[in-house]
């Protein structure tokens, strides 16, 4: 995690993550690349492709880049190497973009959640970033001084595709020196018994050189609730989960559970895409 992207929207979640991203950057002499995305209306994007001044869009990129170098050079990011981006796009394109050409190793965002119409109709910036993203994402919730992760609670259905990503949880949790409880819920419609559940794990995890874990089979309504409600169990510093990135129809009929507990959960969740 030596390169972590910021994006901020000057808001306080953002400032709830950039935070968090300084703790984790001072631990691992890693530096942050803080991300404002300048969203304007179709006809100036089109100005500024043909090399026209606008005046409103001046304005707007100087206050940005104003902010962007009061935050920069804030108590919050002392000591630590920070670059400055500006881009005049939407900010989930641009967020993906700068992902890629930097290549970051961690993105880090805030999101106060959604619920009912917003949640179905609109969608936030950092919903799209988890379903979409190739590296991990690490959504924070709330304001975070000293921001631990003693117990992390990763739900898997354990199967081999999870494999993959698994590798990046665990040199997640190295880097916090937490405790991975491995979690399996149960559903009425997706039922194992106790014995095949804990013979999927046991073989799971039997690839993987890790000691500070612990195995659950947690029997709930969903796997979103029962990950949610096991968390609050174990009183979770972070939940952990691997996600699809399911687009289209497949995406609106499936629905993600990476995406609902963004949206849902208090505590701080963490994606990995398979």
């Known amino acids: 995690m030596k390169k972590i992207l910021v994006p901020t929207d000057f808001s306080d979640h953002a400032e709830y993550a950039l935070k968090v991203a300084a703790q984790i950057a001072r631990k691992n002499n ?57 881009k ?36 936030s910036n950092t919903e799209k970033v988890v379903r979409h993203s190739e590296i991990p994402v690490l959504v924070i919730k709330k304001d975070a001084d000293n921001f631990e992760v003693n117990n992390f609670v ?25 405790k991975i409880h491995l979690l399996m819920v149960n559903t009425p419609n997706n039922f194992k018994s106790t014995s ?16 500070n874990y612990s195995t659950h089979i947690y029997n709930d309504v969903n796997v979103e609730k029962g990950i949610l409600h ?21 995406h609106f009929f499936n629905g993600s559970i990476s995406e609902d507990l963004v949206n849902h959960a208090k505590r701080a969740v963490v994606t990995f895409k398979i």
Not at 37 to 52: N, V
Not at 90 to 117: P, R
Not at 196 to 211: G, L, N, R
Not at 242 to 250: E, M, N, P, V, Y
């Open 88 to 123: 005049l796009e939407k900010a989930f394109d641009g967020i993906l973009d700068i992902t890629g050409k930097n290549e970051i190793d961690l993105i880090i965002m805030g999101s106060h959640g959604a619920n009912g119409f917003k949640e179905m109709f609109i969608g």
């Open 154 to 178: 990763f739900a898997s259905d354990f199967t081999d595709e999870a494999k993959k990503p698994f590798r990046k949880v665990v040199e997640f949790a190295n880097e916090f020196n937490a």
């Open 30 to 86: 890693g530096e942050i690349v803080l991300l404002h995305m300048l969203e304007l209306p179709q006809e100036g994007s089109d100005a500024i492709g043909s090399g026209h001044d606008i005046p409103e869009i001046i304005f707007f990129k100087r206050k940005a880049e104003e902010k962007l170098d009061e935050i920069a050079n804030s108590s919050i990011l002392s000591g630590i190497s920070v670059t400055q981006i500006i």
């Open 230 to 250: 096991f968390a609050k169990s174990v009183n979770a510093d972070l939940i952990g989960i691997s996600t699809h990135g399911r687009k289209g129809l497949a």
């Open 196 to 211: 095949v559940a804990e013979k999927m794990i046991a073989d799971f995890i039997a690839s993987f050189d890790i000691s």
